[in-house]
T-cell receptor, first 113, second 111 residues
Framework: GQQLNQSPQSMFIQEGEDVSMNCTSSSIFNTWLWYKQDPGEGPVLLIALYKAGELTSNGRLTAQFGITRKDSFLNISASIPSDVGIYFCAGPNYGGSQGNLIFGKGTKLSVKP | DAGVIQSPRHEVTEMGQEVTLRCKPISGHDYLFWYRQTMMRGLELLIYFNNNVPIDDSGMPEDRFSAKMPNASFSTLKIQPSEPRDSAVYFC?????????FGPGTRLLVL
């Protein structure tokens, strides 16, 4: 079945550093979604990508839809302590029931002030 | 919009007791999802509904779990009887298209 593999699993960085994480799949996706989960809260949508090669920014966040449609990248520039959390990639579950999403296992980000 | 509303936010109960979690989706959304999140297993989809009808319940761990959606603005997830291994954070999410919007979750502890 479809799976999303996120890397790295966790990151420990210094405030001010740039962050890069990615999500890969053996299957093609037509949509990539990036969510962030703050400690003690539910995941919140950060960026949605709908077209291969698309590069979309949201403040200090930039995400790209890979040209092969099998991967996506999320970059955070000049990290700050509130960037701490778990970042999930997600895509439509084409192999399962319509309307469902598949989630990666997440990248846990820790930022040292 | 108030977003997805879940109650209670925290629940502590004893093994064997019935637990009912509640969710109010975003108005106009026609999909509703129930997830469970643990450190070991991450985010797991339990069941989801489309237009109040259950579409896929293959993620429901066992018969102790049941979910209902009597109308477009309300859903419940019930665990009866509860067990310590059910301790987790339970999320409800809703969507109109592909993008799901999550509630704040219910943190369940079964002693």
């Amino acid at each position: 079945g479809q799976q999303l593999n996120q890397s790295p699993q966790s990151m420990f960085i210094q405030e001010g550093e740039d962050v890069s994480m990615n999500c890969t799949s053996s299957s093609i996706f037509n949509t990539w979604l990036w969510y962030k989960q703050d400690p003690g809260e539910g995941p919140v949508l950060l960026i949605a990508l709908y077209k291969a090669g698309e590069l979309t920014s949201n403040g200090r966040l930039t995400a790209q839809f890979g040209i092969t449609r099998k991967d996506s990248f999320l970059n955070i520039s000049a990290s700050i302590p509130s960037d701490v959390g778990i970042y999930f990639c997600a895509g439509p579950n084409y192999g399962g029931s319509q309307g469902n999403l598949i989630f990666g296992k997440g990248t846990k980000l820790s930022v040292k002030p | 919009d108030a977003g997805v509303i879940q109650s209670p936010r925290h629940e502590v109960t004893e093994m064997g007791q019935e637990v009912t979690l509640r969710c109010k989706p975003i108005s106009g959304h026609d999909y509703l999802f129930w997830y469970r999140q643990t450190m070991m297993r991450g985010l797991e989809l339990l069941i989801y509904f489309n237009n109040n009808v259950p579409i896929d319940d293959s993620g429901m761990p066992e018969d102790r779990f049941s979910a209902k959606m009597p109308n477009a603005s309300f859903s419940t997830l019930k665990i009866q009887p509860s067990e310590p291994r059910d301790s987790a954070v339970y999320f409800c999410a809703s969507s109109f298209f592909e993008t799901q919007y999550f509630g704040p979750g219910t943190r369940l502890l079964v002693l």
